[in-house]
């Protein structure tokens, strides 16, 4: 497939997954909360470069290995969700020879950053805006990848974002994410609580494939997880009818470990 764009929404006002902190709000006095359409502050040039060159020498063995760990078969087709600087899509689409990767990102400058990157690679589109104005066809996809952004995300606008991003995934198909779990320099002091990314997953149907909370350098503390959309051999768990006599079976969905 030829490398191509898809432009959703306005971007210079839409952006799922970056918020600027220094952006004055339009309804300033109101103390709203945090908006998912709010504008965004584009990097420079300068921080674009400098992103590349850390994420593709620093960080790059931790971005192969948790891709890696995907098992991917290579004829998948696959969403980058916040592909920022394509530092895990370049791991990715190398893992698809047959397949076809989706680099989804609300900043132009961003964007435009994993085009040059991926630029030897034809199996790439590359989709700017609002993941639920982009217009990807529903239960097409095989995996959503969502690396280090996620925490960035209004905690009102996480639980819509991922029912779009599970409505994009065939049933079987998974959603790999790792975020940080603590405050730390790479995540501009943001992060998000381990129980709460879970129920959020699970919320939205995901289930759990498998659940880790540990520590890297230099990411710091993080959590990462796979969970699985249910196809239709997999219905989840019923309640028995009036012809099915006997106990309901519990809930054996794990649950995070506790943060120490």
């Avoid at 370049?90 to 698809?96: D, E, F, K, M, T």
């Avoid at 991003?165 to 994410?177: D, E, K, M, Q, T």
């Avoid at 381990?194 to 503390?221: F, H, I, K, N, S």
């Avoid at 969970?227 to 028995?240: L, Q, R």
């Amino acid at each position: 497939m030829p490398t191509s764009d898809v432009q959703s929404g306005d971007p210079d006002s839409d952006h799922p997954n970056r918020r600027g902190p220094n952006r004055a709000d339009p309804n300033d006095g109101a103390d709203p909360a945090p908006s998912l359409r709010a504008p965004i502050d584009e990097p420079t040039a300068a921080q674009a470069r400098l992103a590349v060159v850390f994420t593709n020498l620093l960080l790059s063995s931790v971005y192969r290995h948790f891709i890696d760990s995907l098992g991917l078969v290579g004829d998948e087709r696959v969403i980058d969700y916040g592909s920022g600087s394509g530092a895990a899509a370049r791991h990715l689409v190398r893992r698809l020879p047959t397949g076809e990767l989706t680099c989804v990102d609300v900043s132009t400058r961003w964007l435009a950053t994993a085009r040059l990157v991926l630029r030897r690679h034809h199996n790439v589109r590359f989709v700017l805006g609002d993941i639920r104005d982009s217009g990807l066809p529903t239960e097409a996809f095989d995996l959503v990848l969502i690396h280090w952004m996620f925490h960035d995300i209004p905690a009102a606008d996480r639980r819509p974002v991922l029912e779009t991003l599970v409505s994009l995934l065939r049933p079987g198909g998974r959603v790999a994410i790792r975020e940080p779990s603590a405050p730390s320099a790479l995540s501009d002091g943001e992060w998000i609580d381990a129980g709460e990314l879970c129920g959020l997953l699970t919320a939205v149907g995901l289930v759990m494939d498998r659940w880790e909370v540990g520590q890297l350098w230099p990411l710091g503390r993080y959590v990462a997880g796979l969970f699985a959309k249910p196809g239709p051999t997999e219905p989840g768990p019923t309640e028995p009818g009036p012809t099915e006599p006997g106990p309901v079976e519990p809930d054996e969905t794990p649950t995070p470990p506790a943060l120490s």
